[in-house]
């Protein structure tokens, strides 16, 4: 992991700086380049607009580790509320959480039984279950498991700097699952993950072209290629178009305001375009994680400093 990396992943876990250093001016407004607000609304606002752009979107309330019923039960409701006005407003969008807001840490059934509330409220489109730090992979893809046995519009996350994850990826075309395919943003020992920017871009590929093989396809399985990396991308869309693979069946999932001329160019070309968009007051963490998978954003939030 190289110093810089390291330094924001760092600072993601930072608990004095989750809570001073939004107060700051300069790194809310360089935060806004990632986040179009705080509100449902603002997130509901950036997903219509995106929409007559011919983009999808996924969306995110920011949060993890509730460790408070009521509060996980606060964050179920407000995700039942964010579905309903998804298919109020015919928004070609879905959801995505993190189990450790819904209360895994508290109870896993605890946790299961609001996860099955959203499920079955997105109806016929996937509730997507975010993958969080190494100690929980086992967990999310039990509840996974369990979940997708019980309905099929479910998918997880999985995370390519991961060892093991070639092997998680095996069991989930065994279920025709919804995976999505990320780089992974955590600080993990050496021991479960590549440390070497170029092992997880070359596993990233193999993963992708796992899912993305004939076998796979014809199991039902839905991948979605979640990276800003253009070279990756690139060699993605080469692959698939060798397996013979129609555009409009591939998939691509960016974050809001990175790469957005490639955002638009996959649409254009006929490809299926996403993009995450998260909100929430808690932003912090995820905005250092976010900047640790592409570090050359810090220059973003230099030239905000120097324009303060």
Request: with cysteine; hydrophobic share 45%.
């Amino acid at each position: 992991m190289s110093l810089m990396r390291q330094m924001l992943v760092g600072a993601s876990e930072s608990a004095w700086l989750r809570e001073h250093a939004p107060r700051i001016r300069f790194i809310r407004r360089a935060s806004r380049r990632f986040l179009p607000g705080e509100s449902v609304e603002d997130a509901i606002a950036a997903a219509c607009g995106l929409a007559r752009s011919g983009i999808s979107s996924l969306l995110t309330h920011l949060g993890e580790n509730v460790r408070d019923r009521a509060e996980a039960e606060s964050v179920t409701r407000q995700y039942v509320d964010l579905i309903e006005r998804i298919r109020l407003q015919s928004l070609p969008s879905e959801v995505s959480v993190k189990l450790t807001q819904l209360g895994l840490d508290l109870d896993p059934a605890f946790c299961f039984a609001n996860l099955g509330q959203l499920i079955e409220g997105a109806a016929d489109k996937t509730l997507w279950i975010d993958m969080e730090q190494g100690q929980y992979v086992d967990a999310t893809l039990r509840l996974y498991a369990q979940a997708r046995a019980a309905r099929s519009n479910v998918g997880v996350c999985v995370q390519a700097y991961l060892r093991r994850t070639a092997e998680d990826v095996e069991s989930l075309i065994s279920m025709g699952g919804s995976v999505r395919l990320v780089k992974g943003a955590y600080s993990e020992p050496a021991e479960i993950a590549f440390a070497r920017k170029a092992d997880v871009d070359e596993n990233y590929f193999q993963l992708a072209q796992r899912l993305l093989a004939p076998g796979s396809r014809r199991s039902g399985v839905r991948a979605v290629i979640a990276t800003h990396d253009s070279h990756l991308i690139a060699r993605i869309i080469a692959f698939a178009a060798k397996e013979g693979i129609e555009k409009g069946a591939l998939e691509f999932a960016m974050l809001y305001g990175i790469q957005r001329s490639e955002q638009l160019r996959l649409a254009r070309e006929g490809f299926h375009s996403d993009v995450l968009i998260s909100y929430g007051s808690f932003w912090f963490p995820w905005y250092m994680r976010r900047l640790a998978e592409r570090p050359a954003n810090m220059w973003f939030i230099a030239r905000n400093l120097f324009s303060s």
